[in-house]
């Protein structure tokens, strides 16, 4: 069994609104109650335009809260975009960053990803590092080659930081598809990511890698099971209060 604490993260993209987001955090907050989700740590990413909501909902309930982005600047004329500052004093814990979307249709580069885990480390957030190949790259046998390359850029951020940060390997062909990794192919990566961190002279124990990837009730168990999965990085899953609880359950149970 991992020393590391597994975690639960909820990617809810840009999709709901005040109304639908209120009843989904009551809802989690409600199977949260008297649940063995305190052994692990579980965090949902609203959009930023909702994560004054989640504050004001989750706080006290042991859900944390965090955003899907944030600026590779600290601060200054950039309009549209929200610093890692900002995000601290609306109480996020986590930031969600390179995810596939963000460097697919806003061209985030390898350098820019780092930048912006610099700014959430420097203010105390935790970074959630996405790294993951295509479809194309894995059928030419070159997972391994592009996870290297995106690993590589982060080592430099990681091996410094005063806290562990988070990766989450997210193969971009099972993203919102519906197809997912098989547990033997997830794990293989993930090990390779931490294997990858070590050469680079980080602490590879003590971060915590997860899986995303139209992960959802069904698949988690086997998902969460395996020795270097230590969580899972939620899409549309997330936005059902009883699929994420069992989701969550599944993860409490690798800690027996």
Known sequence: MSLRIPLVVGNWKMLGDFASNLALLDGLVERSKGSA??????????SFAHLAQA????????ISWGAQDV????????????SAMMLRELGCTHAIVGHSERRAFHGETDTVVANKAQRLLD?????????GESLAQRQSH?????LAHQVDALVGVLKNAAA??????????AIGTGQS???????????????RLRAGGVDAQAVRLLYGGSVNASNCAALFAQPDIDGGLVGGASRNPEDFGSICLAAVRTLR
């Open 71 to 82: 600026s590779d600047q600290a601060a200054g004329a950039f309009t549209g975009e929200v």
């Open 181 to 195: 990794a098989t547990p033997e192919m997830a794990q293989s990566a993930h090990h390779f990511i931490r294997e």
């Open 142 to 146: 070159l997972t391994e080659a592009v």
């Open 37 to 46: 989700w305190a052994a692990i740590e579980v965090v949902v990413c609203p």
């Open 55 to 62: 504050n004001e909902r989750l706080r006290g309930s042991g």
């Open 164 to 173: 562990p940060a988070v990766l989450a390997y997210e193969p971009v062909w």
């Open 123 to 131: 203010a105390g957030i935790c970074p959630i590092l996405c790294v």
